[in-house]
């Protein structure tokens, strides 16, 4: 049966102005998944309207009855798991470990968000002046447009609200057009639930053909103060473009083209399975996935072999298997992209070490290349797929050069069994992320997250994304009456 979902505005579900619906398809099956209201301008108007009216309210709520919701909405979340495991499968082609993941780590964003609420924030200043006590105090910033994508739905979509919410913002969410309900209506239906107020967190869904015209209504209203936006690059120039047209602070988490690197003093095993997961977890649609594996030449052509052996055995398929690890991916129409990049790398050059061929629908299979010219696309190209590509080099020098050829920063992976070692190579990338002797795929909700480059700026998580969704402000008390010279 078709899921039916209506705009999220001032608490109600409410039909487009217009009365106009889009249609959200299962990447497995291609089936009509959900229908959702299409969003035209004026709808966003009306979501902003009621965001800057609950504004006020929701800033001078208790901090620690904002707390108890967040607390809530994170037990919630986890009741809720097999829910999640469910809308998974079907709106994005999520296996049942992804899914799971994203409950998990989605439900302690929350929790951490709870902790940042009535965690010391401000300082006492010194004053030139006798009799002066200076502060410098964080206040909310007003109304925040957020934007979610669909490839970590759960995850992003409370990790684009939990920080400005709990600094006291209301917020205008955008979700994905692939995964309105995972990474939006979903979110939003825990979080008032759990006792937020109406109009506090608004969602605006759209058609795809729209989606321009929603974003930049959304960023250009003067009511909207912050924008956050998870994405791939090229639309993150857009969302960065607006928001600096209209003098709005931005925090931009965009693409990677990440490495994991295994050093001469690796483990094999361990570096054969943890570049597995880094390449491969949600069929390689993560941020921080591993495009290129660079290996040490004296680890080159076991890891070689044994990885090739270990990708060609991954099950693939029906995301609601539990025994899927390649799922689909977000559409057939980006099976057939990613298939583009591996046949244009064969073309000019490349090995197949395992995988290749053509999708089934929206599955590409699992696959290894090897000897990829830096004329082919995938070099520099974020393949955002269940492909990667195996490099070698021969000193530390080499791989940090290697690493670094690209204009993205997002993370890295060293495995290595010297620590030492692997903190020396780690200072030298240029990332805003590095795991010493792990893969590059992890996230935690206490951590700073966020890339260099191409990779965006700003920082979500802890202490960090509280300060993005906040103000600083320096407010003086004199103590006693000050002398002026006239």
């Not at 994905?176 to 605006?204: K, M, Q, R």
């Not at 990613?338 to 090995?351: H, I, P, Q, R, S």
């Not at 290349?369 to 830096?374: A, E, I, N, R």
């Amino acid at each position: 049966m078709t899921i039916t979902r209506d705009l999220l505005i001032g608490g109600k579900n409410v039909p487009a102005q217009g009365g106009r619906t889009t249609s959200d398809l299962a990447p497995y099956t291609g089936d009509v998944y959900a229908t959702v209201a299409a969003a035209g301008v004026e709808d966003v108007t009306s979501a902003v309207d009621a965001a800057q009216a609950a504004f006020d309210g929701w800033a001078a709520t208790s901090p620690f009855a904002r707390r108890a919701i967040f607390l809530r909405a994170a037990d919630l979340l986890q009741e809720r798991g097999e829910q999640a495991v469910a809308l998974m499968a079907a709106e994005v082609g999520g296996t049942r470990p992804w899914a799971l993941f994203n409950v998990g780590l989605a439900a302690n964003m929350l929790r951490e968000a709870a902790a940042a609420i009535t965690a010391p924030r401000g300082d006492v200043l010194t004053a030139q002046e006798e009799g002066v006590l200076g502060l410098a105090v964080r206040e909310p910033l007003g109304v925040v447009a957020a934007f979610s994508p669909w490839n970590a739905p759960i995850i992003l979509g409370v990790r684009s609200v939990a920080a400005a919410l709990a600094a006291g913002n209301t917020v205008v969410m955008k979700p994905s057009e692939d995964a309105p309900i995972a990474c939006g209506l979903f979110v939003a239906d825990l979080l008032h639930e759990a006792g937020l107020p109406a109009g506090v967190l608004n969602v605006v869904t759209n058609d795809p053909a729209d989606a321009a015209v929603i974003a930049e209504a959304l960023i250009a209203d003067p009511r909207v103060r912050a924008v956050n936006f998870t994405g791939s690059t090229e639309v993150g120039r857009i969302i960065g473009t607006h928001a600096a047209r209209h003098l709005k602070p931005a925090l931009l988490e965009l693409g990677g083209k990440n490495a994991i690197i295994v050093l001469d003093d690796a483990d094999l095993d361990h570096a054969v399975d943890a570049a597995a997961f880094g390449v491969f977890m949600n069929a390689g649609q993560i941020c921080m996935s591993g495009d290129r594996v660079l290996v040490h030449e004296s680890l080159a052509g076991e890891f070689g072999r044994r990885f090739a052996d270990k990708v060609r055995a991954l099950p693939a398929g029906d995301p609601s298997r539990p025994e899927t690890v390649i799922g689909p991916l977000v559409s057939a129409d980006a099976a057939a992209r990613v298939a583009g990049l591996v046949a244009d790398a064969v073309d000019k050059g490349a090995t197949v070490l395992a995988g290749g061929g053509e999708p089934e629908g929206a599955v590409h299979p699992a696959t290894v290349l090897t000897g990829v010219s830096k004329h082919a696309r995938l070099y520099y190209g974020e393949a955002f797929g269940p492909v990667c590509v195996v490099d070698t080099f021969a000193t530390d020098d080499e791989a940090v050069s290697l690493a670094n050829d690209t204009e993205h920063g997002l993370t890295a992976g060293i495995i290595t069994e010297n620590g030492t070692h692997g903190l020396r190579v780690a200072r030298r990338l240029r990332t805003g992320i590095v795991h010493v002797n792990d893969q590059s795929v992890g996230d935690e909700p206490q951590a700073p997250f966020g890339g260099a480059g191409s990779s965006g700026y700003g920082r979500f998580g802890g202490r960090w994304g509280l300060e993005a969704f906040s103000n600083t402000r320096w407010i003086t008390l004199a103590t006693e009456q000050a002398h002026y010279p006239f």
